[in-house]
């Protein structure tokens, strides 16, 4: 359905890496759902086939530059890149060349990278304390040694040249970027990097690139990560109330199972290969950002002066997120998080607790027998980053909620019983609430309470911090298992066991295909609330 000509410019507005393309044709609104057309009766198969190397070079102009950003991003979204082609076009994806390098320009420029890296590379000890290095590097091997061991490229001894060009680009950035330094996870992030760049410089330039986005999951006041918990809350809520509801009484509304899949963007859920393929299609979902001069290869320094890793002296104790499992076996529930202990120092010099969590606070998640919730102190709950407003005016009739799993016709909760309730769940919003009676408020028994308004959701540029179609990842995945979950009524800790199981294991076409889906519902719709979006992502 074409909607109005304002929501239209809305979109357009919204969405930046579409927004040249509808400007230069004069498309509308329903055009964007063609562009991004993904029909719900569709086989797994991609929309089109692999970007080819000759067909990447039509996205050039003679000289070699990129003239169309935009357009190549689309491109891939619907299909894909030869694996062949990744090492080529993922540099353009991460962002890592400035605007308008030709051919000739971008392999000196990335030959001046790479030299730049081994120069910073040569310089750990100018740049870190004995003791903190020592720190760095061990920590850094214990998880280089446990990442994606079963992939041919990081088989072989302990001390193979993949493992080491892993280790030295993960230490390299914790000496250059002391505000971020290393954090277990990271490893992640970097192996399907350097398995396509196959040069460790290179893939150095662009670890540097994808961590300009994605270094906030890492920072200890845990904004990022609660916003992204808010946003991936919001939007099941949105989706499928039924579920929603079902989780909230199970418990597990709080999504905290959820937690590797927002902090590594989802790339430990797939096989190495298919992740790959996920990953450049996220990837290419967000707008070009191209540095202006160049990818910076060394970030501020610390905050805290002579800040170290060991709590010497006096200085702050950091200890980072925690994702391997404690036993050994990739995806046990361990993996989840120790997440983060900071100690400041403040005037006075006495130590102020932040936040605090460990493998006992997830034994606690696993029993029964201790508040599942306190392994988020001191983080701001996800509720309290969406606005009042929000969840009291409403954007859409509540007859046509957007992305209602019952509106598709493969969607899992198009079979399972009508729910007994017309509205969404509320249990998460405050006493008072003018959705929600006071406890004890009198209410007409022969008169049932009308139904809340739907929710809106932030817009695009704002919603997942601006990676939305991860968030849609994310959905898909739980609708995807939503029926098993519900038919066999699991519990918080089983929910948490059974998607451990699924680690590397989920199947991307149907959950590429239901992502697009919902993406596109979401983009052509008016249930966009900025105001919301705005204040939960606020700056800390």
């Known amino acids: ?67 169309r950003p935009e357009e190549l991003r689309l491109r891939i979204y619907h299909g894909g890149v030869e694996p062949s082609l ?46 903190d290095l020592e720190f760095i590097r061990s920590t850094v091997l214990k998880d280089v040694l446990r990442t994606d061991r079963a992939h041919p490229y990081f088989a072989g001894p302990e001390d193979g040249p993949h493992l080491r060009a892993l280790h ?22 970097a192996s399907p990097i350097l398995a396509v760049m196959d040069h460790e410089g290179h893939a150095f330039v662009c670890f540097c690139g994808i961590m300009k986005r994605l270094a906030a999951n890492f920072h200890p006041d845990g904004r990022a990560m609660a916003t992204k918990f808010a946003h991936l809350k919001l939007l099941l809520r949105h989706a499928d109330p039924d579920f929603y509801q ?7 509304d709080d999504l905290f199972f959820c937690y590797r899949w927002l902090l590594l963007e989802l790339k430990r859920e797939f ?61 046990a529930f361990e993996d989840a998080v120790d997440h983060l202990a900071t100690t400041s120092q403040g005037p006075g010099g006495g130590g102020r607790l932040l936040r605090q969590a460990s493998l006992d606070d997830l034994q606690q998640l696993r029993d029964n027998t201790g508040p599942r919730r306190d392994l988020l102190v001191q983080l701001p709950h996800p509720a309290a ?54 406890v004890g408020s009198p209410q007409d028994p022969g008169k049932s309470l009308p139904p809340p308004p739907p929710l809106g959701l932030p817009p695009p540029q704002e919603f997942g911090r601006g990676n939305p179609f991860m968030l849609f990842l ?9 029926d098993h979950i519900m038919r066999n009524g699991l519990d918080y800790n089983e929910l948490a066991m ?43």
């Open 498 to 540: 059974h998607f451990d199981r699924l680690v590397r294991k989920h199947h991307l076409g149907r959950v590429l295909r239901r992502a697009k889906a919902l993406f596109a519902d979401y983009l052509q719709s008016e249930v966009w609330d900025s105001e919301e979006g705005a204040e939960a992502t606020a700056p800390s």
């Open 271 to 331: 096989a190495f290969d298919d992740a790959l393929r996920m990953l450049e299609v996220t990837w290419s979902s967000l707008p070009p950002d191209p540095p202006e001069h160049e990818v910076e290869l060394v970030g501020p320094p610390s905050l805290v002066a002579d800040t170290g890793f060991g709590g010497h002296r006096g200085r702050p104790v950091r200890q980072r997120h925690m994702l391997r499992p404690a036993g050994g076996g990739d995806g």
């Open 474 to 482: 994310c959905l898909a995945i739980l609708l995807e298992h939503r």
């Open 385 to 438: 980053l969406i606005s009042s407003k929000s969840l009291s005016e409403p954007l859409l009739n509540s007859s046509d909620p957007l992305l209602s799993s019952s509106s598709h016709p493969d969607s899992p909760s198009s079979s399972s019983p009508p729910s007994t309730q017309d509205a969404s769940p509320t249990g998460d919003m405050a006493a008072g609430s003018p959705l929600m009676p006071e």
């Open 246 to 252: 079902y989780l909230q009484e199970a418990g597990a």
């Open 86 to 131: 990744r090492k080529v076009v993922w540099r353009y994806l991460l962002n890592v060349y400035p605007d308008g390098l030709t051919g000739r320009e971008r392999m000196d420029y990335m030959k001046r990278k790479s030299r730049e890296y081994e120069q910073l590379k040569s310089e750990w000890a100018q740049r870190a304390s004995p003791e």
């Open 168 to 189: 030295d680009l993960l230490t390299t950035y914790a000496v250059t970027h002391p505000q971020v330094s290393y954090c277990q996870g990271m490893s992640d992030l």
């Open 1 to 67: 359905m074409l909607l109005a000509e304002k929501r239209s410019s809305l979109t357009t507005a919204a969405l930046p890496f579409t927004q040249s393309i509808l400007s230069q044709v004069g498309r509308t609104l329903s055009k964007v759902q063609q562009v991004l057309s993904w029909s719900y009766g569709e086989d797994v198969k991609p929309f089109k086939p692999p970007l080819s190397d000759a067909e990447f070079h039509t996205y050039l102009n003679h000289e070699g530059q990129l003239s």
